[in-house]
């Protein structure tokens, strides 16, 4: 399973105006991705406190945490509009992603 949702670089808050953390922690914290901030299916609030201001930490609480080992994946924000827009480049990545894939699944291989 990818963990691959680096806590400062990306963009997975939902609720935060530019979808990031606003605090970066200490500069000799070792936590860098978003999974090492989860212990047994829960966020590790004493860990997330101790490295972020009270607002980062109400916020990642507030994320539901999933019982299955699925991929981490990041939020789409919509756009000043109202709805969400995909630009051009993304749908040629799509469409490689889904030939990849069919191509996996008629040789037999992991999806």
Same mark, same amino acid.
């Given at each position: 399973?990818?963990?691959?949702?680096?806590?400062?670089?990306?963009?997975?808050?939902?609720?935060?105006?530019?979808?990031?953390?606003?605090?970066?922690?200490?500069?000799?914290?070792?936590? !860098?991705?978003?999974? &090492?901030?989860?212990? +047994?299916? =829960?966020? /590790?609030?004493?860990?997330?406190?101790?490295?972020?201001?009270?607002?980062?930490?109400?916020?990642?609480?507030?994320?539901?945490?999933?019982?299955?080992?699925?991929?981490?994946?990041?939020?789409?924000?919509? !756009?000043?509009?109202? &709805?969400?827009?995909? +630009?051009? =480049?993304? /749908?040629?990545?799509?469409?490689?992603?889904?030939?990849?894939?069919?191509?996996?699944?008629?040789?037999?291989?992991?999806?």
């Amino acid at each position: 399973m990818e963990k691959s949702i680096k806590i400062c670089e990306d963009k997975w808050i939902s609720s935060s105006k530019n979808g990031k953390v606003k605090s970066t922690g200490p500069d000799n914290c070792s936590v !860098s991705k978003v999974n &090492e901030l989860i212990s +047994n299916y =829960r966020w /590790n609030r004493i860990l997330i406190n101790k490295l972020y201001c009270k607002d980062d930490g109400d916020r990642i609480a507030a994320i539901p945490v999933s019982l299955s080992d699925r991929e981490d994946c990041a939020y789409w924000k919509f !756009s000043s509009s109202g &709805e969400y827009t995909i +630009n051009p =480049r993304c /749908n040629l990545s799509i469409a490689d992603d889904k030939h990849q894939d069919q191509r996996r699944n008629q040789q037999g291989g992991p999806k």
